[in-house]
């Protein structure tokens, strides 16, 4: 398969979990916004030197993925499609920090390879935070969740019609692809450099008369810009008592270092 028919996949299979009924799936949408956002928010607020702090942080991530019922494969991948960004936004933290913060097993360690380490866990805390919310809620109902918190509707519209146009793009990139693949004589081979400028403007033409087509239809189907179809949700006790235990779980590792709690405690133990 090749990236273009694997991300179409993706997509597809993240709007197929969501419709999964998971005893995630039964929490209100605006208290599992919620909780993510005060996760995220917890995770940058930590010191920049913060490494073995973040670690039990990652507890509600397995919670949720386990509840949620999400793959663990899915959330790999998607951190290794977006990973280079991390990598190279910290890249020049060791030469920029260069002054010994730590020693480990005789060797100095700079400050800037740690916040380096920092930079990346919060990377992956944050983004499989994200990923977990959107499989197991479905962007549809992330986006009517934060409208119906109080973000814009601009925003949340333009949040929605963008994840939309992005299948809708990555479909007819899918049909090129295959159209090229059936007339080229050599079979399945790796496209060409001088190829991709073409197919990129043909792209680019065929999508904005897709997305021109679909946005007449809405028209006439009475789109004003605002968000439609919006289910009637409940909040109950369940979801806020959801949200009060995450909270407060993310206040206590944020005021306490568990893992150095941890530490203390199996040090004690073990004398």
């Avoid at 197991?136 to 019609?161: E, H, I, K």
């Avoid at 790796?190 to 997305?211: D, F, I, W």
């Avoid at 006790?237 to 993310?250: A, E, H, I, K, R």
Wanted: charged share 15%; net charge positive.
């Amino acid at each position: 398969m090749n990236p273009i028919h694997r991300a179409l996949t993706e997509l597809r299979l993240i709007d197929a979990l969501s419709d999964r009924a998971t005893p995630y799936a039964r929490l209100d949408p605006r208290a599992r916004v919620l909780v993510t956002l005060g996760f995220v928010v917890t995770v940058v607020s930590f010191d920049r030197y913060a490494v073995a702090a973040l670690l039990p942080m990652a507890l509600f991530l397995v919670v949720t993925a386990a509840m949620a019922q999400v793959p663990w494969r899915m959330v790999g991948r998607g951190l290794w499609l977006s990973c280079p960004f991390a990598v190279m936004l910290g890249l020049f933290n060791p030469w920029l920090d260069p002054l010994p913060l730590l020693t480990v097993a005789g060797c100095s360690v700079s400050g800037g390879w740690v916040s380096y380490a920092s930079l990346l866990i919060r990377f992956g805390l944050t983004v499989s935070a994200a990923l977990i919310l959107v499989a197991g809620t479905g962007f549809d109902a992330v986006c009517a969740g934060l409208w119906r918190l109080g973000l814009p509707t601009v925003l949340t519209t333009q949040l929605l019609l963008l994840h939309r146009y992005a299948v809708v793009l990555v479909e007819q990139a899918a049909q090129m692809n295959l159209a090229r693949e059936l007339r080229c004589s050599h079979g399945r081979t790796a496209m060409p450099l001088a190829v991709y400028g073409s197919l990129l403007g043909h792209l680019l033409l065929r999508t904005m008369q897709k997305s021109e087509r679909i946005y007449q239809a809405m028209v006439s189907r009475g789109f004003d810009g605002t968000l439609r179809g919006v289910t009637a949700w409940h909040w109950r006790g369940v979801d806020s008592w959801f949200v009060l235990l995450s909270l407060c779980g993310f206040g206590l590792a944020r005021s306490l270092n568990v893992a150095q709690v941890l530490g203390q405690i199996a040090l004690k133990a073990g004398l």
